[in-house]
């Protein structure tokens, strides 16, 4: 079974931006994810850093790297057990760490046994940023229904990575992972299943598109998936995006009648 081990995205001084490594065996049960770690000026900031099931990968992954009591924030890109399941044990690890999620999702987060709100920041529906020690921000931007009611992406723009959540996910064949997109075209037929049963709609696809376009985006990381490396990339990515039928928009397909 295969062994990832992490990578470093972007280095530059204090600023750092990490996608875990994985094993391959968490894939026989469990649909396959990505955790991601940035470091800025001493602080640590995980991204979806998941649920029980690979608890103990990511919690060795992010010890290597960092000390825990350096974990100031949590993100939370929406409410799903892979992305957020983990909270309880996370925030017993990580006892400096604030939790960003949508304000939707707050009041659910009782059923996974939280119920300390001083430590859960809700994001409210038009998004906002996380201020970092240095003056630095990350920028927290709606992707509301891409795929769940309560969705933010996550940009940085010191490295200029946009961590996208779900939106640039991608599903392989046992075996068949890679970290990093090589041939983009060859990409789509593992992307395409998934962004067209989860996502809500080509109108939203479209919104989402026209948003992150205002921002200058180097590479995409996505939860699922591989990492959409190069500006290259990155715009064929969004116009293969806006332009997909999704969701709402092939009913028939996806009802049968
Ligand atoms: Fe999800």
């Not at 659910?108 to 996380?130: E, M, N, Q, S, V």
Request: hydrophobic share 40%.
């Amino acid at each position: 079974m295969r062994h990832v081990e992490s990578m470093t995205l972007f280095e530059q001084g204090d600023h750092k931006y990490v996608m875990l490594g994985w094993e391959e065996r968490e894939e026989e049960v469990a649909v396959q994810t990505n955790q991601y770690v940035i470091a800025s000026g001493g602080e640590v900031i995980l991204l979806d850093p998941g649920g029980a099931h690979v608890f103990p990968r990511v919690l060795a992954n992010v010890a290597e790297l960092y000390d825990l009591k350096d974990i100031r924030h949590i993100f939370y890109s929406h409410q799903d057990p892979d992305v957020s399941s983990g909270i309880t044990l996370w925030l017993s690890m990580a006892e400096k760490a604030a939790v960003h999620i949508s304000e939707l999702w707050v009041r659910f987060l009782p059923h996974f046994g939280i119920y300390d709100a001083k430590r859960i920041t809700p994001i409210p529906d038009k998004g906002g940023t996380i201020s970092l020690s240095g003056g630095r921000k990350l920028s927290i931007i709606p992707s509301h229904f891409l795929h769940s009611t309560g969705c933010f992406s996550l940009y940085d723009p010191v490295s200029k990575i946009l961590f996208s959540s779900d939106v640039g996910a991608a599903i392989f064949p046992r075996g068949g992972r890679y970290p990093v997109v090589e041939d983009f075209d060859s990409h789509i037929k593992h992307m395409e299943g998934f962004h067209r049963r989860y996502m809500g709609s080509n109108a939203v696809c479209r919104r989402w598109v026209r948003r992150v376009s205002e921002l200058d985006v180097e590479h995409i990381a996505p939860q699922h998936g591989a990492f959409i490396k190069g500006r290259e990339n990155v715009k064929k990515f969004l116009s293969w995006f806006e332009n997909l039928a999704c969701g709402s928009d092939i009913l028939d397909d996806i009802y049968g009648r």
